[in-house]
């Protein structure tokens, strides 16, 4: 067996022991890591399987082909940045068995666990508005060119960009949350709101917002039973999305970028032209190849990663200073060292492992992994929270992928990010709050019992 298949093939086996300790685990949990074990598959299986089969040239406007693994050969490059990812999967794949037998050990099923907020009328419609407010923004960003391409380092108007941001939050609430008594309702709602978000992101060209509202449904298949006509439903869904990307992002290219287009594929299998346009996001191969160059403890000092990651929880205007980025800095910093980036400006994702990798070498692999499952965790049991906020924050992992391809900083800017986006979701849900208060009493009907929004908040 050449090298590269080897590696190859320990990268599988890490992602099959992942997906099949999963299955023994109960609930949003089990969710989460087989959709990390598919996102994962995709970048270091599904790419590097790719590339040996094809050996393709490196061409403009084709970034499966690293030029730095074409010159070094395929086989021997991939290979050699393969090794900390192996490693990386290996150990979360450990942490994944060992919580999958201490909660079969425990016997505590936390999918039985009610969910406090799905189905709430107040909750429900201020997601609503949320969506609404969100969705005009999108499409005040499209109108004025201002909606942003997926890797661009900042957006170009950051209040339209929190603007929609209460879209994603609203789309992915409500297909988690919404509960109708009829299932034509259900499957209408849930149905247009995919559709939005993947028309969306074929607009911002980012696979993001269609993956999010995937995953959003096997969330809500996860919180409310699984049967046999939900699984063929999101293995439906997920094929649509991905057949449909590619077919999305061709209406908006004119006749010569198809040509140019085709040109670029023509190396490539015609069974595998339908995969390409996603096989271009998932791009941590690319991190891989970087992290391997740069070499291990070669980025920022455990001194600066924690200076940075307390600065991403505080507001820009309180901070008064600009925040650290660390998908730019990946790419000016990281990449920059095998790659001329003084013509290219994108904000990469970096991954657990490969950020891991140039913070410490194999001991920074380890501590990476090991945060993003315990990230796992605490953003599955958000779900179940009582606490306007917390639930907040666990529907914002969903849309955002930082649990499948940033690492520790990445995490952490994302936090920083959606804490303006829950107070203005609290803000609205106090208004509709008070709103359907005093419609009750108009109407005469006597106030629910239950705790205040106060006490939900707090």
Not at 258 to 278: G, T
Not at 343 to 348: A, M
Not at 419 to 433: D, H, N, R
């Amino acid at each position: 067996m050449a090298p590269a298949q080897l590696e190859v093939s320990l990268v599988a086996g890490a992602l099959a022991t992942i997906v099949v300790a999963a299955m023994y685990l109960p609930g949003v949990v089990r969710v989460f890591l087989i959709a990390q074990s598919a996102h994962w598959s995709l970048s270091y299986v599904g790419r590097p399987v790719v590339l040996l089969w094809v050996q393709p040239t490196p061409d403009y406007g084709d970034n499966i082909p690293d030029p730095r693994l074409a010159d070094y050969g395929y086989d021997g490059g991939i290979a050699m940045v393969l090794h900390p990812v192996v490693f990386g999967l290996w150990v979360y794949a450990g942490l994944v068995v060992a919580y999958a037998v201490w909660s079969r050990l425990r016997g505590r099923d936390l999918a039985a666990r009610p969910v406090p907020f799905a189905g709430d009328p107040e909750f429900t419609w201020t997601l609503v508005v949320l969506y609404a407010l969100g969705t005009l923004g999108r499409l005040a960003a499209y109108a004025t060119g201002t909606s942003g391409k997926a890797g661009e380092l900042e957006s170009p108007s950051p209040i339209i960009n929190l603007v929609t941001i209460m879209a994603t939050l609203g789309a992915v609430g409500l297909i988690v949350f919404y509960r109708n008594d009829s299932a034509r309702t259900t499957m209408l709602v849930v149905g247009v709101l995919t559709a939005g978000e993947l028309v969306w992101t074929a607009i911002v060209q980012s696979k993001t917002p269609i993956m999010g509202a995937a995953l959003a449904i096997a969330v809500r298949f996860a919180l409310t039973g699984w049967n046999r006509v939900k699984v063929i439903g999101i293995l439906g869904i997920t094929g649509v999305a991905i057949g449909g990307f590619g077919w999305l992002q061709s209406l908006k290219t004119d006749a010569a970028s198809k040509a140019e287009a085709a040109q670029v594929d023509s190396q490539y299998p015609a069974i595998v032209h339908p995969f390409l346009s996603m096989l271009r996001r998932f791009d941590l191969l690319e991190a891989a190849t970087d992290a391997w160059f740069a070499g291990p403890s070669s980025w920022l000092s455990p001194k600066d990663v924690a200076v940075h990651a307390f600065q991403s929880l505080i507001p820009t205007q309180l901070l008064g200073a600009e925040k650290f980025r660390s998908g730019e800095a990946w790419a000016e910093q990281v990449r920059g060292r095998s790659v001329d980036m003084s013509t290219v400006e994108v904000s990469l994702a970096e991954g657990n492992i490969n950020e891991g990798y140039v913070l410490a070498g194999y001991l920074g692999v380890a501590i990476g992994v090991t945060v993003t499952f315990i990230s796992l965790l605490l953003f599955t049991r958000a779900l179940y929270s009582r606490y306007l906020a917390v639930a907040i924050l666990g529907l914002s992992v969903i849309e955002v992928p930082v649990l499948f391809e940033r690492g520790v900083l990445g995490t952490v800017e994302m936090l920083g990010k959606y804490l303006q986006a829950v107070v203005v979701a609290w803000l609205v849900y106090l208004i509709v709050g008070e709103y359907r208060r005093r419609v009750r009493e108009l109407s005469g009907v006597p106030q629910p019992p239950g705790k205040t929004r106060t006490a939900q908040w707090v």
